[in-house]
Nanobody, 119 residues
Framework: VQLMESGGGLVQPGGSLRLSCAAS????????MAWYRQAPGKQRELVAL???????NYGDFVQDRFTISMVNTKNMVSLQMNTLIPEDTAVYYC??????????????WGQGTQVTVSS
């Protein structure tokens, strides 16, 4: 299963960005999708995750600034990020897990997309 991210870039503090991730391949079902991020010199951390039932979980640092949503029929997940601050600068990675058509489980990662918050 392959994941393709889009939507990263440079934004000024206080601005917004929307990240999207599309999953493709031999997918039978997706159980959940998530966004992680990794800043230079820091460990990868969870930004947000959503189950196929719509249950969401966010990192403590999000503080209601970000919203994750999933379009099950299109195997896509989006992350709307508002009120961005310089500390949000990182590479953002998409993650998806579920079942392939051969009935094997998968846990796939995207290549990452750079988000830079700077004036």
């Amino acid at each position: 299963v392959q994941l393709m991210e889009s939507g990263g870039g440079l934004v000024q503090p206080g601005g917004s960005l929307r990240l999207s991730c599309a999953a493709s391949g031999s997918i039978f079902s997706i159980d959940g999708m998530a966004w992680y991020r990794q800043a230079p010199g820091k460990q990868r951390e969870l930004v947000a995750l959503i189950s196929n039932g719509g249950t969401t979980n966010y990192g403590d640092f999000v503080q209601d600034r970000f919203t994750i949503s999933m379009v099950n029929t299109k195997n896509m997940v989006s992350l709307q990020m508002n009120t961005l601050i310089p500390e949000d600068t990182a590479v953002y990675y998409c993650n998806a897990w579920g079942i392939e058509t051969n009935w094997k489980s998968f846990d796939s990662w995207g290549q990452g997309t750079q988000v830079t918050v700077s004036s």
